[in-house]
Nanobody
Framework: QVRLVESGGGLVPAGDSLRLSCTASGLLFSSYSVGWFRQAPGKPRSFVAG????GGSTSVEGRFSISRDNAKNTVYLQMTTVKSEDTAVYYC????????????????WGQGTQVTVSS
């Protein structure tokens, strides 16, 4: 059974940094690309950052970076200088191929972790 578990969310003051983790089980993690998405209240879920199987990555937010540790089956989303508009539920997703930016292309999803930025 494949499982993705996000952690690291919470209440954080604007301007601070936060690191989210996505830990996978039940799959050959090193063969999967992983994406981070977020969904703010009343808005559709959107792509934030993603990382390929070989470590190549992309982020639509310059304040965020993504990395992976295959030995720990974990992908990290490092968020810096957070803003109120970063408040959302953050999800990680995995697909057994190259990195993608649309949620329909991902096979497995976590349950999400809430990030709330206080001003």
């Amino acid at each position: 059974q494949v499982r993705l578990v996000e952690s690291g969310g919470g209440l954080v003051p604007a301007g601070d940094s936060l690191r989210l983790s996505c830990t996978a089980s039940g799959l050959l993690f090193s063969s999967y690309s992983v994406g981070w998405f977020r969904q703010a209240p009343g808005k559709p879920r959107s792509f934030v950052a993603g990382i390929n199987r070989n470590g190549g990555s992309t982020s639509v937010e310059g304040r965020f970076s993504i990395s992976r540790d295959n030995a720990k089956n974990t992908v990290y989303l490092q968020m810096t200088t957070v803003k109120s508009e970063d408040t959302a539920v953050y999800y990680c997703a995995a697909r057994p191929s190259l990195l993608a930016t649309t949620e329909s292309q991902y096979l497995y999803w976590g349950q999400g972790t809430q990030v709330t930025v206080s001003s």
